[in-house]
């Protein structure tokens, strides 16, 4: 799957008849927390993995997330600064029941201390990829996200404390 830049969905859209300015698309997106073209292309696993939509954390949303074995991806409200780049993830992570995990950080059962202080911020999103093989995918995203911004996601833990991005 490719990403498309602003002026590409302007024409995607224009084609649909829905006639927006470039700056309309920019702003819809960055609405809807999906960063730039550069930035989507730097993920490194972006069309590798279909991901759900972003999805706000919070109770309610909790339900639409399917109980089944996957990869996760939250995203902080803001971009945070890596070594070579900045991006919205804060955190990734894999478990064998999506919805289960997910839940316990909507009710503050969660011992990342990295990540708490994220998941308390207001407009935090997760979204998902669901996947038998979630370990082997979990460690390929953060492989692929440490290769593209020199560091691991800002919350992802190792042995119960800060990694140290080696």
């Not at 590409?8 to 927006?20: C, D, S, Y």
């Not at 996760?72 to 600064?81: D, G, L, N, P, Q």
């Amino acid at each position: 799957m490719e990403s498309l830049n602003d002026r590409r969905i302007q024409e995607h859209l224009r084609q649909k008849g829905i006639a927006v300015t470039v700056r309309t698309v920019c702003y819809a997106r960055s609405l809807l927390h999906i960063p730039n073209y550069a930035e989507r292309n730097r993920n490194g696993y972006e069309g590798k993995f279909l991901f759900s939509g972003y999805l706000p954390l919070n109770r309610e949303n909790i339900i639409r997330i399917p109980e089944i074995p996957g990869v996760y991806e939250i995203s902080a409200a803001t971009s945070v600064y890596y070594r070579n780049g900045k991006s919205i993830v804060a955190y990734l992570g894999a478990s064998k029941c999506l919805r289960k995990r997910l839940t316990h950080y909507t009710n503050g059962q969660i011992k990342n201390t990295a990540l708490l202080p994220i998941i308390r911020e207001s407009g935090v999103n997760v979204r998902y990829f669901p996947t038998d093989n979630y370990r082997d995918c979990e460690k390929r995203l953060l492989l692929n996200f440490k290769t593209c911004f020199g560091e691991l996601p800002m919350a992802n833990v190792l042995g119960g404390g800060p990694h140290k991005n080696q």
